[in-house]
T-cell receptor, first 112, second 113 residues
Framework: DQQVKQNSPSLSVQEGRISILNCDYTNSMFDYFLWYKKYPAEGPTFLIS?????DKNEDGRFTVFLNKSAKHLSLHIVPSQPGDSAVYFC???????????FGQGTRLTINP | DAGVIQSPRHEVTEMGQEVTLRCKPI?????LFWYRQTMMRGLELLIY????????DSGMPEDRFSAKMPNASFSTLKIQPSEPRDSAVYFC???????????FGQGTRLTVV
């Protein structure tokens, strides 16, 4: 039972364009969301987060949007750079269970 | 701090053998997680500890898998006996509290032949 879903296994974007990665969740009580980035042969690293009291959080080229009514969040990268090519995971802490669960990941490829 | 340290980085073993993966969390972190990365499920949570106590092991696939955390600076994930379908990358992560940013090790790539 996936509580966090990333329905696009892969995404290919031209360098300089905008990359949009999507994530859906099942429980409207979730109140904090994180995005991680993973390069091959490395562990995932934290990228950006958002609290449910906000609908947008921006950090440089990275912006996360939260649509609580749709239970959907998205990560925007603009402009996309070749170094952004990686697997991106969304994650949510599950209150009560006190654990951090991840989506399946989306492999982003930025083409020169 | 050197971050979360996992060993070995790579492990190749024969089916039926025992495999032990090791993790040293970041000093001061209270939660430790073991994840397995697969194509189908992404980062699958196997088990996690809070203050060295196992909280939820419902993600452990079978009784062949076991995990321990004898102290705040060390944890192991053991597979006995190992099977080819256990081949995957296993990650250990730690954080200050369960709902904060988690820091990952570089992972152990396990191949069971």
């Amino acid at each position: 039972d996936q509580q966090v879903k990333q329905n696009s296994p892969s995404l290919s974007v031209q360098e300089g364009r905008i990359s949009i990665l999507n994530c859906d969740y099942t429980n409207s009580m979730f109140d904090y969301f994180l995005w991680y980035k993973k390069y091959p042969a490395e562990g995932p690293t934290f990228l950006i987060s958002i609290s449910s009291i906000k609908d947008k959080n921006e950090d440089g080229r990275f912006t996360v949007f939260l649509n609580k009514s749709a239970k959907h969040l998205s990560l925007h990268i603009v402009p996309s750079q070749p170094g952004d090519s990686a697997v991106y995971f969304c994650a949510v802490p599950i209150q009560g269970a006190q654990k951090l669960v991840f989506g399946q990941g989306t492999r982003l490829t930025i083409n020169p | 701090d050197a971050g979360v340290i996992q060993s070995p980085r790579h492990e190749v073993t024969e089916m039926g053998q025992e495999v032990t993966l090791r993790c040293k969390p970041i000093s001061g972190h209270n939660s430790l997680f073991w994840y397995r990365q697969t194509m189908m499920r992404g980062l699958e949570l196997l088990i996690y500890f809070n203050n060295n106590v196992p909280i939820d092991d419902s993600g452990m696939p079978e009784d062949r898998f076991s995990a321990k955390m004898p102290n705040a600076s060390f944890s192991t994930l053991k597979i006995q006996p190992s099977e080819p379908r256990d081949s995957a990358v296993y990650f250990c992560a730690s954080n200050l509290r369960w709902n904060t940013e988690a820091f990952f090790g570089q992972g152990t790539r396990l191949t069971v032949v």
